[in-house]
Structures are given as C-alpha cells and as structure tokens.
C-alpha cells in the first residue's frame, strides 16, 4: 500500500501588499497570480523573492507571509492550505 501526500487549498484571499508589514490574512501556503505581471514576496524563512511577467493563471507554491508593494505589477490572491493525505492500495 502506498500512500499520496497532497496539499489542497482551503481559500483564496486578496493580498494586502506592503513593504514593511507582514499580511494580516497571511502568512500564505502559496499565491496564485489573477493577471500577469511582476510579484515580490518574503518567505516564511525571510528572504525575498521577485518575480518578473508571471503568467496569469500562475500558482506559486512557495509559502511567504507578506506581497511587497514595491514594483507590483500582477494581480495577486493569497492561498491557504490544508494538508490531507490519501491512501490507494498498491
């Protein structure tokens, strides 16, 4: 028997973007980009993360706690996540 660990999204918010304050909604298992453009972001760890003509449609599966507001250009929604597991007989 083999087990599947998965990750699933409980909801999607609207960012509060800011470059000094960690989003009150957050911290965020990932984000999903709504409309193309430039996203900044800070890790749970702390480092900074810039991504330049993300795709819309993009889910970034990095966990960060705060969208900087400096330089965005993408239309950004923050996921949280619920961990599950499923089990399938091998």
Known sequence: MSTIQ???????VAVSASD????????????????????SFLTIRGSTVTLTAVAA?????IACKRV??????????????MPYKATKAS
């Open 6 to 12: 998965a990750q699933t999204y409980e909801d999607a």
């Open 20 to 39: 000094t304050v960690d989003d009150p909604a957050g911290p965020f298992a990932g984000l999903l980009v709504t409309a193309t453009g430039n996203v």
């Open 68 to 81: 900087k507001s400096t330089g965005l250009t993408a239309t950004v929604l923050g996921l949280s996540a």
């Open 57 to 61: 449609n993009t889910e970034i599966h």
